[in-house]
């Protein structure tokens, strides 16, 4: 008769069954933990969507920079649809608005009301209103303004020169893109979309109560 007690496993041996529970719990933590969607970013979903409307419609999002985070003044140049050049220069000492559009942004459509009538409002105080047009004939961009009643200048921006001198606060393809400069000729604000007129006014009041 064998008398001998059963064999031992070695201390610290883990069971097959239980490793593999272990190891399947592991695994599940880690795919769960991969597949957690991220918010979208809604700018650059919108610039891989492919769907050819040549512009990034933004949500209307807001940045405001404080007197002491505001970069260097803005430094660019071009020609008006009347042929006019205009250098960012001869904005200094005012209060500026820069909008980006172009006619065929439906965006651009939407908010032209309210560009417009913020231009009348603060013309009295100084402040300037500027368009910078990405792509339009100047036929084209007339005719906008005669059905949207805009009388602000626009800049004729096709060969990017001004979009590129703007390109640390304007995104490519990003239209409507509103700036609001303050009267040394940096950006105070920035909004991404369509324009709201309380808030644009705000940004506008904000800047005007600096000096």
């Known amino acids: 008769m064998n008398t001998q007690p059963p064999a031992r496993s070695a201390p610290g041996a883990s069971l097959p069954g239980r490793r593999s529970l272990l190891l399947g719990i592991a695994s599940g933590a880690l795919l769960v933990a991969g597949c957690t969607p ?44 009347d042929g006019t050049i205009v250098n960012s220069t001869a904005w200094r000492g005012s209060v500026t608005v820069l909008n ?31 368009g910078i047009n990405l792509r339009d004939t100047a036929a084209t961009a007339a005719a ?15 060969n990017g020169a001004i ?3 703007l390109a640390d606060y304007v995104p490519p ?11 040394q000729g940096r950006v105070t604000a920035r909004v991404l979309g369509i324009a709201e007129k309380s808030t644009l006014k705000a940004l506008i009041g904000s800047v005007l109560k600096e000096s």
């Open 38 to 81: 991220t918010p979208p970013d809604s700018l650059a979903a919108q610039a891989r969507a492919g769907d050819n409307k040549n512009y990034i419609a933004g949500d209307g999002s807001v940045s405001e920079y404080a007197p002491n985070d505001r970069g260097a003044p803005v430094e660019m140049e071009g020609p008006l649809y």
């Open 100 to 130: 980006v559009w172009y006619a065929a942004c439906a965006p651009c459509r939407t908010e032209a009301p309210t560009l417009e009538a913020l231009y009348q409002e603060h013309k009295s105080e100084g402040v300037l209103f500027y």
């Open 144 to 158: 906008f303004e005669r059905t949207f009643g805009t009388t602000y200048p626009s800049f004729n921006d096709a």
């Open 163 to 165: 979009l590129l001198a």
């Open 173 to 183: 393809r990003a239209v409507p893109t509103t700036l609001v400069l303050d009267k």
